[in-house]
């Protein structure tokens, strides 16, 4: 695995996000990381980047032995984005970036992202990417599971009709239109299957935050994230 090298000195927290899909997790994530000249990583292009690479290679996304033998064979690279303040996955030196929000690519990907050895090895990855500290690192369980004693741990919540407006904007802006009515039921199900699921599933850890970011712009979700960070660095 390669990261970049980190250099501003002083203590740099770690921040664990979770929430479920289309909550802005990545967006909200993005301002906080920028605002502290933080690293932000959307741990759910990790699971997108090996489903898509999967069906690439036309191995089985339903087999766990072939989806982790690929997994073992890439060569993974985390590098900053354009604007420094994300880190962004590549697989054997390709950015991954405009393959992995298809619909096709998602709804694979929560099967791929129940698999035992998949999350452990991506679990993995994320902690060593995580574990200097200076990190928003965004998901489904990296404040209950990945970094159970993160510094600062945010639930991010919205309701349904919230979120499937605002992955139809995500969506449509990464060059995938879609409608409403469909992106609400994948987005419904997705839910399902992260609450459900077996391994880490979705969840609220002890001594996190809540936000309910329905009536809220993802600015004032960040300024409140904020608010928290630095009353944490008072301690
Ligand atoms: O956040 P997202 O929709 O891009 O995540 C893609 C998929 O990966 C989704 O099915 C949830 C799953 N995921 C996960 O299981 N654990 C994480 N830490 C992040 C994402």
């Given at each position: 695995?390669?990261?970049?090298?980190?250099?501003?000195?002083?203590?740099?927290?770690?921040?664990?996000?979770?929430?479920?899909?289309?909550?802005?997790?990545?967006?909200?994530?993005?301002?906080?990381?920028?605002?502290?000249?933080?690293?932000?990583?959307?741990?759910?292009?990790?699971?997108?980047?090996?489903?898509?690479?999967?069906?690439?290679?036309?191995?089985?996304?339903?087999?766990?032995?072939?989806?982790?033998?690929?997994?073992?064979?890439?060569?993974?690279?985390?590098?900053?984005?354009?604007?420094?303040?994300?880190?962004?996955?590549?697989?054997?030196?390709?950015?991954?970036?405009?393959?992995?929000?298809?619909?096709?690519?998602?709804?694979?990907?929560?099967?791929?992202?129940?698999?035992?050895?998949?999350?452990?090895?991506?679990?993995?990855?994320?902690?060593?990417?995580?574990?200097?500290?200076?990190?928003?690192?965004?998901?489904?369980?990296?404040?209950?599971?990945?970094?159970?004693?993160?510094?600062?741990?945010?639930?991010?919540?919205?309701?349904?009709?919230?979120?499937?407006?605002?992955?139809?904007?995500?969506?449509?802006?990464?060059?995938?239109?879609?409608?409403?009515?469909?992106?609400?039921?994948?987005?419904?199900?997705?839910?399902?299957?992260?609450?459900?699921?077996?391994?880490?599933?979705?969840?609220?850890?002890?001594?996190?935050?809540?936000?309910?970011?329905?009536?809220?712009?993802?600015?004032?979700?960040?300024?409140k994230i904020l608010k928290i960070v630095h009353e944490r660095q008072k301690r």
């Amino acid at each position: 695995m390669t990261t970049p090298e980190r250099t501003k000195k002083g203590r740099r927290l770690i921040i664990a996000m979770d929430g479920p899909a289309g909550v802005g997790k990545s967006t909200v994530g993005q301002l906080v990381a920028k605002d502290l000249g933080y690293f932000f990583v959307n741990t759910g292009e990790m699971y997108r980047a090996l489903t898509w690479k999967a069906m690439e290679e036309k191995v089985d996304v339903t087999d766990e032995s072939a989806v982790m033998s690929l997994a073992r064979r890439l060569s993974w690279e985390f590098l900053p984005s354009e604007n420094g303040s994300s880190l962004k996955t590549y697989l054997d030196g390709e950015s991954v970036a405009a393959h992995i929000r298809a619909e096709d690519v998602s709804r694979k990907t929560s099967a791929v992202a129940a698999m035992p050895s998949v999350r452990q090895f991506l679990c993995d990855l994320q902690r060593r990417l995580g574990q200097e500290g200076g990190v928003v690192m965004e998901g489904r369980d990296i404040a209950t599971h990945v970094f159970p004693n993160a510094d600062v741990k945010i639930y991010l919540d919205a309701s349904i009709e919230e979120r499937a407006k605002r992955r139809i904007r995500q969506l449509r802006s990464s060059g995938h239109p879609a409608q409403l009515a469909s992106v609400r039921d994948a987005i419904l199900q997705r839910d399902r299957n992260d609450l459900e699921r077996k391994i880490n599933p979705l969840a609220y850890a002890e001594g996190a935050t809540l936000i309910d970011s329905t009536r809220l712009s993802l600015h004032e979700v960040a300024r409140k994230i904020l608010k928290i960070v630095h009353e944490r660095q008072k301690r």
